[in-house]
C-alpha cells in the first residue's frame, strides 16, 4: 500500500536504511514489503549515470516498478538516489492516483562522509569520482514545506531510524486526495467530437432564434440548458448578414 521514498548522496547509506526498513516491516506486520531500487534493476551506476538519457530511462523502470507493486496492502520502499524534485512530485502524483499514503527518508550526509564510504567499497561498488560529485552538485535537497517532500524523516549517519513515526506515518495516516490531474479519464466515445459539434451548433442555432424576438430579461431553452439573457448587441456587417452577440447566464440545467 504505502509508500517510502529514499533519498540522498550516492553512498549516503540509502540500502542500510532500506532494508532496515524491510526487516521492521518484516517483523512487526503482515505485509509484504517490496525494496525497488538501483540494485534490484541491476543499474551500473558508472554508465548511467554518465548518461542523461540512460538516467532517464532507469528512472521511468523505476518509476514503472513502484506503480506495478502499489496496492492495498504492501509497503513498497524506492532505494535510490531520488534527487530531482520533479521526480519525487511525480512520485507524489502516482501515489495520489494509487490512493495511499507515503513519506521521504532522506540519509543526511556530507559529501566527505559519503565520498569516504565510496572510497571504502569494492572497486565494482564505487562510484567514479566525476560521477560522484555530479549527482551530489545535482542533489535538489528534499523540503518538508513542499507537499510531496512530506511527511520527512532526516536521518543522520549515527541515528536509529524512528520505525514507529515511519510506520504511524504510513499506516495511520490517510491518503492525500486525488486531483483530477492524477485521476483516470473516462473514456470518450470514438464519436465524442462529431456529438460536440453537433450539440455546439444547436445551442447556437437555438440562441440564433431566440434572439430574433428576445430581450435581455428574457430566458432561452437550450438543448440541456435554460439561459438567461443579460445583454444583448446586434449588428449589420457589410454583407448585411446579422452578427448577434449578448451575455446570457445559466438559469437552469434541463
Ligand atoms: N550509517 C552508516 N554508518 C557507517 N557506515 C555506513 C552507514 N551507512 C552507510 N555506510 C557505509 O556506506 C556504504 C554504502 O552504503 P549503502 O549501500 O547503504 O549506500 P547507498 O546510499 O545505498 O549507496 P548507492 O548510492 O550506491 O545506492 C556501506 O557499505 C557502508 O560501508
Redesign the pocket.
Known sequence: MPLVVIC???????????EELKEYFDRNTERKVYIV???ALGVE?NTVYADSQKEKEVRASLKAEVERKLNKDDVVIL???NYIKGYRYELFCLIKHAQTPHCLVY?LTSDEQ?SS??R??NAD?Q?SQDIFDALVQRFEAPDSRNRWDSPLFTIL??DNLPFESISDALLKRRAPPPNQSTQSQPLTSVNFLYELDKITQEVLMEIFNAQKTSVPGDFISVPGLILKMLSFDGCRSRLKSTRVFGQYSIAGVI
Open positions: 540522498g548522496y550516492p553512498c549516503s547509506g540509502k540500502t542500510k536504511r532500506a531500487g538501483d540494485g551506476r532505494d535510490s538516489v540519509c559519503s564510504w565510496n571504502s567499497r561498488e562510484y549517519k549515527d
